[in-house]
């Protein structure tokens, strides 16, 4: 049998870092069979698929696709090799239609020389038909979810015959529905003889979904193993290295002081909604404890944070710092104002100024303290800021652009700078989304170490496992209200699977105030 | 995910720097070019261009007087653009803070270093408050600000025509022009027999102060995390309201001093058309000096020096003022498409 792509001994150094991203890399792709590319960030995967998919050239090495070399690899030659590529952000033109985004490129002409509108709709119609896709051809691409755009891009492969498709973390943005129905997909994709790869990091779909896993680490390929013969934890400790598992293990405490944060009855109602997009949320958070709200994506969160961050106003309900109205019906955006430590879940664009430098940005939530109002030298900001990146290991130099750090290196940034203006509570969102097993160890250790020290923690995230390896307390929001409510002592006995009927909906607890 | 190639920050630097020298390189070939099309002493045309405003300590310094107006205005743009704003209503500010500035001298005559100071004053408020209109628009309805300060900019050139044409004009000249304004509103010349003044001194300072302010100041802070990242500068607690309105306030302000300054320093009355291009011209001049005000004054001489040289080269050969054009067109055209800027820092999609 050929394999569907074989790569020998890539090796790829980048000239601007000299940094081996590929170093004598083997990689074989066997036909219809799903494959995950797994490793942490910078591992080389990007670069490995990149190199296949002709959007960078290897310095040397070989690669053969179905047995035939593949000599001068571009996007264009890859195409008609049958080879696609699926990025983590998409590229489709928001304002076209599905249609229009599917044939772009491959268009059918009426004799005229004219786009045949009907006949281009009738071939995206059918490949929707035979894949079962939730799509309507004449949608346009703005109007539709993630999920759906990320099915229009594999619809723009398959209307290229593509027989290899590269998808690169496809789940990072889609819900855990549109996760499962993009697994049904690909598993039919391979029933049709389509061989894929997966490029991730995260171990549970890589068991869930793929045959076989290859792992690479610090730009060298260092196994290829089959999926059901190894273990979430031996991939974990393929991916890290020696370094294995740092586990955070929590020490409870009993604290009965004043909450620190309320948030009392508050709701957020758009007319154009059927539902309320918050319905009647009342919380506490108390010094000393990590509060843990738990969602499926799309079902408040991301609401909840805007409310607490001030973006948008509420109908009715309040937030209170202490005995202090930060939020209420008549004035919003005073939490940042009040300069409570924000994590923000959009760590690129709300969480800091890709362009700014590192500095800059670590100053940017204690301005006052570094502009009384003027400061003839910036002295004091590198001083501070380096000593910011030495306390947190960050590997990075004050004044480059926070832009050209790594996606754990940023984030670090971010919760450094928090952390540093702590008095007693920090609210955190989404912190380890996207993040290599390292960074995501490193920050839950920052954040229980917070806890261990007093301050009260809002931890507002969809990442399950998180919640419950750091949460004291855990609320349950589903479809904008608080389905569940966990208490210390329940949350010692808590699993996945007795949490998922509260997080899907289906059950629903009732329970006084927490 | 945005692509954000890894340079080192010298690297970053030499290499902007490269492209702006670039595009100064181009524009001087095509100049060249241009001139060998176009004259039929080729030779003399290109050494009266080149050297022509060196030829004299009067040219030298009618060509540094030339770049102030262009300066101040650029230091006004630099700091809309750097808070994400956009004041392209030059033109008209330009022109209205210099018939706010002859009104005043006319109006207060002899009232010497006080009546400067009260006319400065006057031309900064209005213009100010026209961009600053333009700045409200946006904040209160999210009017394009890109629209509303041209626009404006345009009603307020006729209206200032009107005015030099009408209610103020000098019947003595022949000339469409408002009377002179009287000596002891000169600004005082610093290299006679040329028209430098001790504007040039206000043009240094504007440019300082303007580099303290973004680089050392909170509100400057501020203001370009505003333009770097409106949504960061939100989450960070900066009111980012204040940030459409101040800068416009700043950019509208110097235009009118810009424009005053001309009046008192060098044309000492207002002429109809006589400050034609300034506004655009000033753009250019942040645009060339990407918006940093330190680069405001090479980029502000290099300008003032191709319309020098054009000058120049009209009166001694037989080449047109419209040379000079070419240039800024080529300018223009090629810091606007920004490609040889990417092509140096590496970038080829954004």
């Known amino acids: 049998m050929t394999a569907a792509v074989r790569m020998k001994s890539i090796t790829k150094i980048y000239p601007e870092t000299q940094k081996r991203a590929n170093d004598q890399v083997d990689f074989t792709l066997l036909p219809a069979e799903i494959l995950s590319l797994a490793g942490e960030n910078g591992a080389g995967k990007s670069t490995l698929m990149k190199i296949l998919y002709g959007l960078i050239s290897c310095d040397s090495g070989e690669i053969l696709v179905h047995g035939q070399p593949f000599a001068h690899p571009s996007p264009i030659e890859a195409g008609k090799r049958g080879i696609g590529m699926v990025h983590q952000h998409f590229m489709l033109v928001e304002e076209f239609t599905v249609t229009e985004n599917v044939v772009l490129g491959e268009e059918s002409t009426a004799p005229t020389g004219l786009l045949d509108r009907r006949q281009n709709r009738q071939r995206v119609a059918a490949l929707i038909e035979k894949h079962h896709f939730s799509l309507s051809p004449d949608d346009r691409v703005m109007s539709l979810s993630v999920g759906q755009k990320q099915q229009v891009e594999i619809l723009k492969m398959l209307m290229r015959d593509v027989n290899i498709l590269i998808l690169d973390e496809p789940t990072s943005v889609l819900t855990q529905l549109e996760i499962d129905s993009l697994f049904t997909t690909l598993r039919k994709l391979q029933s049709h003889g389509v061989s894929i790869i997966l490029i991730t990091h995260k171990l549970h779909e890589i068991k869930n979904i793929s045959d076989r896993v290859a792992v690479m680490r610090e730009g060298r390929m260092v196994g290829v193993y089959e999926t059901a013969e190894v273990s979430e934890e031996d991939i974990a400790r393929a991916m890290m290295g020696d370094e294995g598992l740092s586990v955070v293990r929590k020490e409870r405490r009993q604290l009965n002081l004043d909450p620190v944060l309320s948030v009392a009855h508050l709701s957020l109602i758009r007319h154009n909604q059927d539902h309320p997009l918050l319905d009647d949320i009342s919380f506490t958070v108390h010094p000393g404890e990590i509060l843990g709200c738990a969602a499926i994506s799309g079902n408040g969160l991301g609401q909840l944070e805007s409310v607490l961050l001030g973006n948008l106003p509420v109908s009715s309900g309040e937030i209170l710092y202490h005995d202090e109205v930060l939020t209420s019906v008549h004035h919003t955006a005073t939490t940042r104002k009040r300069g409570i430590p924000f994590v923000p879940s959009d760590r690129l664009f709300t969480g800091c100024s890709l362009s700014a430098k590192v500095s800059d940005n670590v100053i940017a939530t204690s301005r006052k303290r570094f502009f009384p109002p003027f400061n003839v030298s910036r002295k004091e900001i590198e001083s501070y800021t380096s000593h910011l990146i030495e306390t947190y290991g960050i590997s990075a130099t004050p004044s480059a652009p926070i832009g050209t750090l790594s996606g754990g290196g940023i984030q670090k940034v971010i919760l450094a700078r928090e952390i540093e203006r702590i008095r007693d509570l920090i609210i955190c969102c989404e912190p380890t989304w996207g993040l290599d097993v390292n960074s995501t160890a490193f920050i839950h250790r920052q954040i229980v170490q917070l806890r261990n020290d007093g301050v009260g923690v809002l931890l507002i995230s969809s990442n399950i496992d998180e919640i419950l390896a750091l949460a004291d307390r855990l609320l349950v929001f589903s479809r904008g209200s608080v389905s569940a409510r966990f208490s210390a002592s329940q949350m010692a006995s808590l699993t996945k699977e007795e949490l998922s009927p509260f997080l899907l909906g289906k059950k629903r607890m009732e329970v006084e105030g927490a | ?350």
């Open chain 2, 1 to 350: 995910m945005r692509k954000i190639e890894r340079f080192s920050v010298l690297e970053y630097f030499v290499r902007s720097l490269f492209g702006i020298l670039a595009i100064v390189l181009l524009s001087v070939i095509m100049l060249i070019a241009a001139i060998f099309l176009l004259s039929d002493q080729p030779l003399t045309s290109i050494a009266s261009f080149f050297a022509g405003p060196f030829s004299s300590l009067y040219a030298i310094g009618n060509m540094i007087d030339h770049a102030v107006p262009l300066a101040i205005g650029a230091v006004g743009i630099a700091l809309a653009m750097r808070s994400g704003n956009m004041n392209i209503g030059g033109e008209g500010q330009v022109y209205a803070g210099a018939l706010v500035t002859t009104i005043v001298a006319l109006a207060l005559p002899g009232w010497g270093l006080t009546g400067i100071l009260v006319a400065l004053a006057a031309s900064m408020l209005v213009s100010g408050s026209v961009a600053t209109l333009s700045g409200w628009l946006r904040e209160r309805w999210n009017v394009s600000d890109l629209i509303t300060t041209f626009l404006l900019s345009n009603i307020i050139i006729l209206v200032v025509d009107y005015m030099v044409a009408y209610p103020f004009v000098d019947p003595q000249t022949n000339l469409i022009s408002t009377r002179f304004v009287d000596p002891s509103y000169h600004l005082l010349i610093i290299l006679p027999p040329s028209q430098l003044n001790i504007a040039l001194c206000i043009a240094l300072v504007c440019v300082l102060v303007a580099h303290l302010f973004l680089y050392r100041s909170r509100t400057g802070f501020e203001l370009r995390m505003v333009g770097d990242n409106e949504e960061f500068a939100r989450y960070a607690g900066v009111d980012h309201r204040l940030y459409r309105i101040l800068p416009m306030t700043l950019s509208g302000a110097l235009y009118g001093l810009g424009g005053a300054l001309a009046i008192l320093g060098t044309y000492h009355a207002t002429i109809k058309g006589f400050s034609a291009g300034m506004g655009w011209n000033a753009l250019l001049v942040a645009l060339i000096a990407r918006f940093k005000p330190a680069a405001i004054i090479p980029a502000a001489l290099f300008f003032a020096y191709i319309d020098a040289g054009a000058r120049s080269a009209m009166f001694y050969s037989d080449v047109t003022y419209e040379i000079a054009y070419i240039v800024q067109a080529v300018i223009f055209f090629l810091i606007s498409s920004s490609i040889l800027q990417r092509i140096a820092l590496g970038r080829r999609r954004v």
